[in-house]
C-alpha cells in the first residue's frame, strides 16, 4: 500500500483533563501501542455537559496542562477545537469535526472508559457516535465485554456480535472492543484533594504539570470543585 492510499488511524482522548495525569498518558501509550495508531489526540472539554454542577478550572490551564503533558511525545497532540466552539461540547460534533479536518482517509478510534461508556445514553445524539469511530474501552476491574452485553443491545444501535470479530460491529463497520490497559489507581479528583490539604502530587502528573498548578494556585480550596 502507497503512502498516498494509508488510512490515518488516530486515537481521540478526551476529558476535561482538570489535570491531565500519569494514568491519561499510560492509557494512551498502551492503546496506541496495542493498535498500532498513528497517534493520539488529545481534547480537553471546554463545557463538558455532564459536569455541569461541578466546577472546572478555566479551560486555558486545563488546554496548557494538556499540552505540557504531551509536547515531548511526537505521537502525541492537543486539539484545542471544543474549546473555540460556543456552548457545551457534545462528543458527537467533536468527531465530525475531525473527519472534516483529516478527510475520508482516516479511521477513528474512540478511546473511553468502561465507567463513562455506560452513561453513553445520556450523551447528545449517541447513536450516531458509532457512524464516526470505532469505540475502544477501557476496562476498570470487575468490568468485560460480557458483562456489558445486555447494556450494548439496548443501546439500540444496532450493534451487532460476530462470532469471528472482536467485540461488537456497527452497520458502518466500526467496531466496539475493550482494551485492557495497566490498572493506574490515580485520578484528577484525588490530585485535587491532595492539593487542596497541602500533600505532594509529585509523580502523579509530569513535573512541569505540578509546577504550573503550585505556580497558579490550582486546587488549594478543592470544596469549590
Not at 88 to 108: A, C, D, N
Not at 134 to 141: A, D, K, T
Not at 155 to 180: Q, V
Request: proline share 5%; glycine share 6%.
Amino acid at each position: 500500500m502507497s503512502e498516498r492510499d494509508k488510512h490515518l488511524r488516530l486515537g481521540i482522548l478526551g476529558g476535561t483533563f482538570d489535570p491531565i495525569h500519569i494514568a491519561h498518558l499510560r492509557i494512551a501509550e498502551e492503546v496506541l501501542e496495542g493498535l498500532e495508531l498513528d497517534k493520539v489526540c488529545f481534547i480537553p472539554g471546554a463545557m463538558p455537559p455532564h459536569k455541569t454542577r461541578q466546577r472546572i478550572s478555566p479551560f486555558e490551564d486545563r488546554l496548557a496542562m494538556t499540552r505540557m503533558a504531551v509536547k515531548d511525545t511526537p505521537f502525541f497532540e492537543v486539539l484545542d477545537l471544543e474549546g473555540r466552539r460556543k456552548g457545551p461540547s457534545y462528543s458527537v460534533q467533536t468527531l465530525r469535526e475531525i473527519h472534516l479536518m483529516y478527510g475520508e482517509k482516516l479511521e477513528l478510534f474512540f478511546i473511553i472508559g468502561m465507567d463513562a461508556f455506560q452513561e453513553i445514553k445520556t450523551w447528545w445524539e449517541y447513536r450516531n457516535l458509532f457512524d464516526y469511530a470505532n469505540f475502544v474501552l477501557i476496562n476498570r476491574p470487575g468490568f468485560s465485554i460480557k458483562d456489558l452485553e445486555s447494556f450494548i443491545y439496548s443501546l439500540d444501535a444496532s450493534l451487532d456480535k460476530k462470532k469471528d470479530a472482536d467485540g461488537f460491529i456497527s452497520p458502518s463497520g466500526n467496531r466496539l472492543f475493550c482494551s485492557e490497559v495497566s490498572m493506574l489507581d490515580i485520578s484528577s479528583t484525588n490530585i485535587k484533594k491532595m492539593v487542596s490539604a497541602g500533600k505532594s502530587i509529585r509523580f502523579l502528573v509530569p513535573e512541569p504539570i505540578r509546577v504550573y498548578i503550585q505556580e497558579k494556585g490550582l486546587y488549594k480550596n478543592h470544596e469549590r470543585y
